[in-house]
């Protein structure tokens, strides 16, 4: 076999193998029993995968999800605490953001034993950017551009993340909506930063989310 | 007499030169530290900066797992020592049998507060002073 031929099999083989390479996971904590990640909607498997891959929010409170990975036996109760609380709290498994920094989060069994730890950054959003939610509550990656357009009844959710320059911030944000109510029907759709838009008669409004003293806007068309 | 040289360095770890042994095991986060550092005088210390945890492992002289009832922080407003969860991924093995092993002691360190205070490690080879030097977080703007 010539050179040319096995470097086309090895070709072959990282293509086949990226895509389960290239996958992200959960983050692995410094001591290697445990996985965290954000808790997601069950579907949201972007999500899921992504683990801890961005700072969390100041004002943001961040449900997490801890995972044993340790060998021979079932997860026991898990304590979560902060190794600094004037970074970030925790209450029961959900991080909140109170200042920028990094600060270890650390996991307890309920002998005290740390079985793992994992270190959290905390920054200040620079600004709030609106996405699209899906069917099954998941965000989407991107977020949307400034001006879409709506057909009469359409019914889409949108939900606001926190930016620090380029990068999207970790955590849920409380976040108030407004438009024209002539125009669409807001709905709260129970999730904390997400609210369903239903448009009712054509026109131009503009859809605005305030959160963290912070407000994304997004300006929607209504087409009969 | 070069024979009876190279037999006592040989014995050396089991007639008293052995020393316990740590080790980090841990990675600090980026802009952060947690270390643990020793010299030839014997003086051991760990830093770490506020906010943060190090995971120190920690055999004694025979290189049997350190005790951890017995080991504390003396200033517990500047760091606390808790005992760490261990598997057989990590092993001592003893320089008396080495066929008997067992999960090395993981003690994890987390810096509270800026300053220093002494981290009192038990062995089964006697006791150790580790200084524990916390330094501040990088400041952000």
């Not at chain 1, 108030?176 to 054509?202: E, F, I, N, Q, Y």
């Not at chain 1, 305030?210 to 994304?216: T, V, Y």
């Amino acid at each position: 076999m010539t050179w040319r031929s096995w470097r086309s099999i090895g070709t072959v083989t990282i293509v086949l193998a990226a895509p389960a390479c290239s996958g992200e996971s959960p983050t692995t904590g410094a001591l290697g029993h445990t996985t965290a990640s954000a808790a997601c909607a069950p579907s949201d498997q972007a999500c899921a995968f992504a683990g801890l891959d961005a700072p969390l929010a100041v004002g943001a409170k961040l449900p997490l999800s801890v995972d044993v990975t340790a060998k021979g036996f079932s997860a026991p109760p898990l304590t979560l605490a902060s190794a600094n609380v004037r970074v970030f709290d925790v209450q029961g498994h959900t991080a909140i953001g109170k200042a920028p920094g990094f600060a270890s989060l650390l996991v307890f069994t309920p002998e005290t034993l740390v079985i793992d730890f994992v270190t959290l950054s905390v920054e200040k959003p620079t600004e709030l950017r609106v996405h699209r939610m899906t069917k099954d509550g998941a965000v989407e990656a991107l977020p949307m551009p400034t001006k879409i357009q709506l057909l009469v009844g359409d019914d889409v959710s949108f939900s606001v993340r926190p930016y620090f320059g380029e990068r999207h911030l970790l955590g849920d944000i409380d976040a108030t909506w407004s438009a024209d109510d002539a125009l669409v029907k807001l709905v709260d759709s129970g999730t904390p930063a997400g609210h369903r838009v239903v448009a009712r008669s054509s026109g131009t409004t503009t859809l605005h989310a305030a959160a963290l003293g912070l407000e994304a806007k997004l300006t929607l068309e209504v087409l009969q | 007499m070069k024979r009876f040289a190279f037999a006592l360095l040989a014995l050396g770890p089991l007639v008293g030169c052995a020393k316990p042994h740590f080790d980090t095991i841990t990675s600090a986060p980026p802009g952060a530290v947690a270390e643990y550092h020793e010299d030839s005088n014997d003086n051991r210390w760990i830093d770490v900066t506020e906010g943060t945890a190090v995971g120190i492992s920690c055999e004694d002289k025979s290189k049997s797992p350190c005790g951890y009832d017995g080991t504390f922080v003396a200033d517990a407003s500047i760091a606390s020592v808790y005992h760490g969860y261990s598997d057989f991924e990590d092993v001592s093995k003893y320089y008396a049998n080495p066929n008997n092993a067992s999960a090395k002691t993981i003690m994890v360190v987390v810096g509270l507060a800026v300053g220093s205070t002494t981290l009192r490690v038990r062995t089964g080879r006697g006791d150790y002073n580790v200084t524990v030097n916390v330094k501040p977080a990088p400041s952000r703007t």
